[in-house]
């Protein structure tokens, strides 16, 4: 079993509608966690980031952590086109080395 | 453009050939990392340098696998001996680590490797 699981999707929805990404997890070590975004064939762009539990919103973008359950989620309101990416999200410990343990990603498809 | 590069994007070589990818962060960066993403998945970490000295290798990184960041400045990853399962995405990525604080990783678009 991955540490981080992610429906892969793909998600499709219409545009304005408002969106629901998620992961679980099962290492509860991890104490950041980020979303981040990635379009075909670029690096992927982080969106947010969110330390331990809590909601942090940022224009459109809701992130919240539930660490009891191990699960966080990623809302995009008023969605748009361009938002149709892969989401993905990444964790890690709160400690020195930083490296990124990531979800799948989810496809996400927002249609004019 | 001050982001992150990398160099090729795109290889394409013959099982059993050498390659080598280049990274070269952003400028005041201190640490860097190496992830390796395969379609439809996730990236997955492989190694990362603090300055010239590298930190951690994933239990990914095969013997046939080395990197480097002489001078604590750009990085390379080869690869000996190419199988097909190396087909991959690189991703590198860049950071500073200034005591506990986390900072952004930014990635580069990376080099899609191919190996027939």
């Known amino acids: 079993q991955k540490e981080v699981e992610q429906d892969p999707g793909p998600l499709s929805v219409p545009e304005g509608a408002i969106v629901s990404l998620n992961c679980t997890y099962s290492n509860s070590a991890f104490q950041y966690f980020m979303w981040y975004r990635q379009y075909s064939r670029k690096g992927p762009e982080l969106l947010m980031y969110?330390?331990?539990?809590g909601n942090k919103e940022d224009g459109r973008f809701t992130a919240q952590v539930d660490k009891s359950s191990k699960y966080i989620s990623l809302f995009i309101r008023d969605s748009q086109p361009s938002d149709s990416a892969t989401y993905l999200c990444a964790m890690t410990e709160d400690t020195g080395r930083r490296a990124l343990t990531f979800g799948s990603g989810t496809r996400l498809q927002v249609q004019p | 453009d001050t982001g992150v590069s990398q160099d090729p994007r795109h290889k394409i070589t013959k099982r059993g050939q050498n390659v080598t990818f280049r990274c070269d962060p952003i400028s005041e960066h201190n640490r860097l990392y190496w992830y390796r993403q395969t379609l439809g998945q996730g990236p997955e970490f492989l190694t990362y340098f603090q300055n010239e000295a590298q930190l951690e290798k994933s239990r990914l990184l095969s013997d046939r696998f080395s990197a480097e960041r002489p001078k604590g400045s750009f990085s390379t990853l080869e690869i000996q001996r190419t199988e097909q399962g190396d087909s991959a995405m690189y991703l590198c990525?860049?950071?500073?680590?200034?005591?506990?604080?986390?900072?952004?990783?930014?990635f580069g678009p990376g080099t899609r490797l191919t190996v027939l």
């Open positions: 990525a860049s950071s500073l680590a200034l005591g506990q604080t986390l900072y952004e990783q930014f």
């Open positions: 969110t330390y331990s539990s």
